[in-house]
């Protein structure tokens, strides 16, 4: 038996459609697990700056109580305890600016996953839609809905 050509080229085209839509779908999926770990290594990156903020604020704190307590200066209270209480609310802020930065960063790195995983799904609907177009197409050019006795009379068989 011999395979008409319109449906060997159905088939071609069909098969063709899902196999794009599969390479697309997973090249978007990798895109979204490419973007989760950025996102992942952004909120990191701003977890280790922090704490290096903390740390050099730490450190010019204590080179400053240190410089103040040689001069004999009274470190429990008035400005001296002020100033430091004032640098020690700073040092925090920009901690938590550099954190607050880095969630930002991982929220919309965490946006752009989703869409890619959108675009995975959407590119493997849009393969199955094609696929099946291809096929409807050709069973309606081939008459494959047409009563039997119609197909007869509007397909002509060369075999007698």
């Known amino acids: 038996m011999c395979i008409p050509a319109a449906v060997a080229m159905m088939a071609v085209q069909a098969t063709s459609s899902i196999a794009q839509g599969i390479a697309a779908s997973q090249a978007a999926s990798a895109n979204a697990k490419i973007a989760k770990y950025q996102g992942d290594a952004a909120l990191a990156a701003a977890n280790v700056e922090a704490g290096q903020i903390r740390y050099r604020g730490d450190m010019v704190l ?7 307590a040689a001069n004999n200066v009274d470190l429990s209270g008035g400005s001296p305890a002020d100033v430091g209480a004032e640098s020690a609310r700073n040092i925090e802020f920009d901690a938590l600016n550099a954190y607050y930065g880095g969630q930002s960063k991982k929220w919309a790195a965490d946006i752009e ?5 959108a675009q995975s799904r959407a590119a493997l609907t849009n393969a199955l839609f094609s696929a099946g177009g291809t096929i409807l197409s050709t069973a309606i050019d081939q008459n494959w809905f047409a009563p039997r006795n119609d197909r007869a009379t509007s397909n002509p068989s060369p075999v007698r």
């Open 113 to 117: 996953a989703s869409q890619f995983k």
């Open 62 to 68: 204590g080179q400053t109580r240190a410089q103040q």
